[in-house]
């Protein structure tokens, strides 16, 4: 017997009633319409400072999409160009491969420090965990590392294959991000909190106290723990609540 192969993203009635696919849909346009955006906390965090700041930008792709709109003194930006051909950008390289020269003075001077970096590239938990484990050593003793896509609100976001459209959340995709930031919470020597807009945009800090650590759990990163205790895995808050945290 000849099975007919099912296409998901076929234009028939099941496509239509299929409830995960409803739900993943719904929730796209929940979070489309929240606010504020990335950029708007980030500025807010460089106005946290008197003197010239410093900001640099990890996986910018297109630069009007952030990049440009940051209030910064100074500015950097580091993207291999892989999603945005143009890459108008300061470093055209991984960011893997900005470390390094920045660590051996190729590039700027191994003395910089930045105010605020936001990381933005690969969106895979291991290579995000390094991203932020390279810019601790480039950030001031009171700066900020802040990290996109970091509330996927299904497990179709979260997905590791950013080619695989055929799912429900379609084009939609967070990635692992929040592997990587989940395992930064249960660093007892970091601050962290995650604001509820813009697909989670997470927050590290040394010096802030926006959020305590909290115990390590969810060994295995499964999305379901993620999706039950989103709460108090994430330290989810609204941009009001970070107002007040940050002006302690």
Avoid at 16 to 27: D, L, R, S, W
Avoid at 40 to 50: A, G, H, P, V
Avoid at 83 to 112: A, C, G, Q, W
Avoid at 117 to 141: C, M, R, S, W
Wanted: with cysteine; glycine share 4%; hydrophobic share 35%.
């Amino acid at each position: 017997m000849m099975i007919k192969p099912f296409s998901y993203y076929s234009k028939g009635r099941r496509l239509i009633n299929e409830p995960q696919y409803i739900e993943a849909q719904q929730k796209n346009q929940l979070e489309i319409a929240k606010s504020p955006s990335r950029t708007e906390i980030i500025n807010l965090l460089l106005s946290l400072y008197q003197e010239d700041t410093c900001y640099l930008e990890i996986g910018v792709r297109n630069p009007e999409r952030n990049f440009n709109h940051i209030k910064a003194s100074k500015k950097y930006s580091v993207d291999p160009g892989v999603e945005f051909k143009n890459n108008p950008v300061d470093f055209k390289i991984t960011s893997d491969e900005f470390f390094k020269r920045l660590s051996t003075n190729e590039l700027l001077s191994k003395d910089i420090r930045f105010h605020v970096i936001f990381i933005d590239g690969l969106h895979l938990a291991p290579q995000v965990d390094k991203d932020i484990t390279n810019a601790f050593a480039y950030l001031k003793e009171d700066g900020f590392i802040v990290l996109h896509d970091c509330n996927p609100p299904t497990e179709w976001h979260a997905r590791e294959s950013f080619e695989y459209h055929s799912t429900p959340a379609q084009k939609k995709w967070n990635g692992t991000t929040w592997k990587a930031f989940l395992k930064w919470r249960f660093n007892p020597s970091v601050n962290s909190c995650c604001v509820d807009t813009d697909w989670g945009v997470g927050i590290l800090s040394k010096h802030f106290h926006v959020g305590k650590s909290i115990e390590a759990t969810n060994p295995f990163f499964e999305y379901s723990q993620l999706k039950n205790n989103r709460q108090v895995y994430l330290n989810l808050i609204d941009f009001e609540s970070l107002k007040r945290l940050i002006q302690q």
